[in-house]
């Protein structure tokens, strides 16, 4: 990926010290300025190799370069309970209606189970490097998400490995491969429509055709790619463990550059069966911006996020029965 001297008004924060046992203060009171004021922010020192990440996006290209019978090898209708596989330009909803993107679905590779979301990967035979390419990268981002959190706890007052040792001992991983054709400039369409995220982190590397638009206090303001970063941001489920007090900020993707976009979002959630009741601390928050009270759910987090995804894909929310 090129350096497209880019810059953004969100805040740039380098992880290193969280990484390598330096001093963390600064960057855990950074960290927590940033998700009290709107929850996105770059991160930059995260250790990813960029040959790994080099790696991930060519074999993506190469796979959405196929013929859709050949993509659909891998469809996520294959993938039953699983969740996981290909779907078709305007196949996943979201905000209630179809997004202009086409995308794969994979999430931490296990063996075929009972529990929904969680099981094998979907790989496609005629792009082989993309299996070991989408398994280097979800180790590597779980550890980058793990020391994410970290700064987070220190920022609210607790110890480092707060949700390491707790929500985050066994995380939900899931992860998306995106690619967007470029939207017709005369239309309304959206490559992902207006959302918040519903866990507790999220990790987007985009390439460098941009399209990303964050909600702020200050209006929409464009989120473009600034090289060797990924793009942070909280989700539901970290406002709901605030009260509040951090933000899961709604976004939106379209994709007026002429050219097809490709981004690759990280999410990391709290463990399947983990409840979320707040965290041991008071400080008050602010009404979210839907006037939802995330603090009326109880259950686990799991309960959660399938009454969230059966709705992304209602065709196939039959399969997680």
């Not at 309970?81 to 330009?89: E, K, L, Y």
């Not at 959660?304 to 039959?318: D, E, M, N, Q, T």
Request: charged content about 20%; glycine content about 14%.
């Amino acid at each position: 990926m090129r350096n497209n001297g880019a810059v953004s008004e969100l805040p740039v924060i380098d992880i290193t010290p969280l990484r390598t046992g330096g001093d963390p203060r600064a960057v855990a009171d950074r960290i927590g300025a940033a998700c009290r004021d709107n929850g996105f922010f770059y991160v930059s020192g995260h250790g990813v190799p960029a040959d790994l990440v080099a790696g991930l996006d060519a074999a993506s290209r190469r796979f959405f370069a196929l013929p859709d019978e050949l993509k659909n090898e891998i469809s996520m209708d294959r993938g039953g309970r699983a969740w996981r596989g290909f779907f078709p330009v305007g196949g996943e909803l979201t905000s209630g209606r179809p997004d202009l993107k086409e995308g794969v679905y994979f999430g931490a590779e296990e063996p075929p189970g009972d529990l929904p979301l969680h099981g094998p990967n979907l790989f496609p035979e005629q792009v082989p490097e993309l299996r070991e390419a989408v398994l280097a990268y979800l180790t590597a981002m779980t550890g980058v998400a793990q020391t994410v959190m970290s700064g987070i706890a220190l920022s609210l007052g607790l110890e480092a490995g707060y949700f390491r040792e707790g929500y985050t001992a066994d995380p939900t991983i899931l992860f998306r491969i995106f690619h967007y054709p470029p939207a017709p400039p005369d239309t309304d369409s959206w490559g992902v429509g207006e959302h918040t995220d519903y866990g507790l982190l999220t990790l987007l590397l985009q390439d460098d055709n941009g399209g990303l638009q964050v909600h702020t206090s200050r209006g929409w303001i464009d989120a473009p790619p600034v090289p060797g970063t990924f793009v942070c941001n909280i989700g539901d489920m970290l406002d709901k463990l605030t009260g509040g007090l951090y933000r899961s900020t709604p976004h939106r993707v379209r994709n007026l550059s002429g050219n097809e976009r490709l981004s690759f979002p990280f999410f990391f959630d709290p463990g399947w069966d983990s409840e979320v009741p707040p965290l041991p601390y008071s400080p008050g928050g602010r009404a979210r911006w839907d006037g939802q009270d995330l603090r009326a759910f109880s259950g686990t987090y799991g309960d959660y996020l399938l009454a969230k995804v059966s709705k992304v894909f209602p065709h196939l929310a039959g399969n997680l029965g």
